[in-house]
């Protein structure tokens, strides 16, 4: 049996395994600890019976008036426990807090351009591709990203997810 729970503190020393896939971002301890305080209803992990870590997602809310919207900031599941339907379920957890906790009009996130496992997965979500974003993922394996979008609820007619005609720049991405 799986439990979805909040991240805590100790988890920090427990997902090395689940951090330990190259298509996985890891960011210092500071950040992690931003999130935990600043959003902690978006940092959730999949915990088997036995207490192992099976998988994290770690989000936020941001945005301004009809951009307010809730946002995909790493989502990861433990080689062993893919295919089960924890990326499933956690992204619906995230949709539903953007949705009727936060009022939020979309969900959006950023994907590297070669993960297709990834893009396969939001494609069968709900996600699309809004736009590509040049350069999004820098230094060693520098690589471009998708940002996919999902309208929810206040966004019926679909708007926030009409893709853009060009590619832009990191540079050019909203500073919420």
Known sequence: MTTLRPFQCNDLWKFNKVNL????????????????????????????????MMGYIMGKVEGRD????????????APEYRRLGLANQMMKDLEDISENRHGGYFVDLFVRK??????????KLGYQTYRTVIEYYSGENSEDAYDMRKSLGKDPEKKKMIPLDRPIHPHELERW
């Open 21 to 52: 896939d190259p298509l996985t971002e890891t960011y210092n301890l500071g950040f992690y600890f931003q999130y935990m305080a600043q959003w902690p209803e978006y940092f959730t992990v999949a915990e088997s019976a036995s207490g192992d």
């Open 66 to 77: 009809t951009d307010w919207h809730g946002h995909v900031t790493a989502l990861t599941v």
């Open 114 to 123: 070669s993960n297709d496992v990834a893009v396969k997965l939001y494609e």
